[in-house]
């Protein structure tokens, strides 16, 4: 093995870290949109908390703060990632085949980030490593 596959293959649970962090930084934004309209509000206004917008806001805020810091980040992810291949299918893919053109890229994007950490893990830098001992 070269120098640069050994310095990769070493840093590559901190990559995880990094990508989890930034991923539920990014999705939280999506809740913090629906349930308080900052950064910007949702289109469409603000959702009632009981609809089916409201409940995604609830998950989408809650689910990427524990996702960013990486508690129980599996149960959690698994559960993102249902929400967001839901969201896919019921949102955008009826709007066309190509995510380019129905505005899914998103929904996929997560989902399938999501569905990684699952298998993955939350990485070194997460409270799972710090409390449970195991990511």
Not at 26 to 47: E, T, V, W
Not at 98 to 126: D, H, T, Y
């Amino acid at each position: 093995m070269n120098k640069l596959d050994l310095f990769l293959n070493e840093w590559t649970p901190y990559a995880l870290s990094v990508l989890r962090i930034v991923s539920g930084f990014l999705f939280l934004q999506h809740g913090m949109q629906k349930l308080f309209n900052y950064p910007s509000a949702p289109p469409g206004g603000k959702p009632p908390l009981g609809s089916l917008y409201g409940v995604a806001g609830i998950l989408e805020f809650f689910g990427g703060l524990l996702i960013m810091f990486g508690l129980f980040t599996r149960p959690v992810a698994f559960l993102l990632s249902g929400q967001m291949a839901f969201a896919y299918f019921k949102v955008h893919a009826p709007e066309g085949f190509w995510p380019a053109k129905n505005q899914g890229e998103s929904a996929a994007v997560f989902c399938f980030i999501f569905l990684f950490l699952v298998f993955a893990g939350a990485g070194p830098l997460s409270l799972d490593a710090l409390l449970f001992g195991r990511y």
